[in-house]
């Protein structure tokens, strides 16, 4: 319990700070009200000239889109923040402050940025895939909503292990300003279906950039097109890269040399 409890210091921390400037809500609520109309309008061309995407009816890629949005709401509250601090404090050698704390590093680099505000995406998302899950022809069942829940957290702990690679990889390379556009341009791939694209783009989006484990498969889950062997695949998956992720974040401390160097 002492990992959770230091997570919720940070967190109420990071709240308090965050609402000191309330204004920025109405910003990040216009900002995300925007994106969500945007990607609502371009679904609506998309199946004006359809009825379906490769299988996928428009309440089920609404249903894609939700709880892409939702998921990305998360990053930018709790994942990036803490990854984007991690790349500054190794290029100006201020990571010395989160070593010498009496608890494990990892922990720590991952839990003390938290941006209150953020959080509106996970709303607006929630909305989004509310809307879909009334729109389908079929209800959700209890199984259905459990392998949903259970499928996102697998997919959080996934984009969190490749974000904290990345990140990692400052120790190497001291300029890695580019890090959130370069995700953002890859996870905007999310909004459909790994299945619609070509067999090499769907490798990579599953393998190499989780997007399909947290995004689709959250989506299968909750539209009924779940194979069973699928969250078996992902957990084993995120349990095997989370490891690696641990592993590769220690090495790359023995590169780190602090302020001092």
Known sequence: ????????????LGAINELQYRLNFFVAAFQSLLAVAVALVVLRLVYSHTTELNGWSEPELMCVLGIQILLGGVIRAAIQPNMERIVDEVRDGKLDHALTKPEDSQLLVSVR?????????????????????AR???????????????????????????????????????????????????YATGRWPIGIYPGWLRYS??????????????????????????????LAFAAALFLVTRWFWRFGLRRYSGASA
Do not use: K, N, Q
């Open 136 to 186: 389908l022809e079929a209800s959700v069942g209890a199984g259905e909503a459990l392998s949903f829940a259970g499928l996102l957290l697998v997919g959080g702990v996934l984009i969190y292990c490749f974000w904290l690679v990345l990140a990692t990889g400052a120790f190497w390379i001291v300029h890695m300003w580019f890090l959130a556009e370069l995700f953002e341009g890859v």
């Open 205 to 234: 989006l599953t393998w190499l950039i989780p997007i399909g484990f947290a995004i689709t498969v959250p989506a299968e889950a909750v539209t009924s097109r779940l194979e069973w062997t699928t969250p078996l695949l992902a």
């Open 1 to 12: 319990m002492r990992p959770v409890r230091v997570a919720w210091t940070f967190l109420r």
């Open 113 to 133: 940025e938290f941006r209150i505000w953020r959080t509106v995406d996970v709303i607006s998302g929630g909305a989004v895939l509310g809307v879909g899950l």
